[in-house]
């Protein structure tokens, strides 16, 4: 994540709603789609983690989880 966003997230956060004249709809907006951006980011993430380790011949048995 860019430094620059994330101090952008952090005075987001230290000024309240009522300041900046954000509705609660507004708010509640703003952060369920920030959070699905993060998940999105992690999930891609971990795509390309497995598709890396996939792409190895042969796939190391280290990188293979264990089912328990």
């Known amino acids: 994540m860019?430094?620059?966003r994330l101090s952008a997230i952090a005075r987001f956060f230290r000024t309240s709603?009522?300041?900046r004249?954000?509705?609660p709809d507004e708010?509640?907006?703003i952060i369920v789609?920030?959070?699905f951006e993060l998940w999105f980011k992690?999930?891609?993430r971990e795509l390309t983690e497995v598709?890396?380790?996939l792409a190895q011949d042969p796939v190391p048995e280290d990188d293979?989880?264990?089912g328990g």
Do not use: A, C, L, N
């Open 17 to 19: 709603g009522e300041d």
């Open 42 to 44: 992690q999930v891609i």
């Open 27 to 29: 708010m509640h907006f």
């Open 64 to 66: 293979i989880p264990k």
């Open 33 to 35: 789609h920030q959070t």
């Open 51 to 53: 598709r890396d380790i």
């Open 21 to 23: 004249g954000v509705s």
């Open 2 to 4: 860019d430094i620059r």
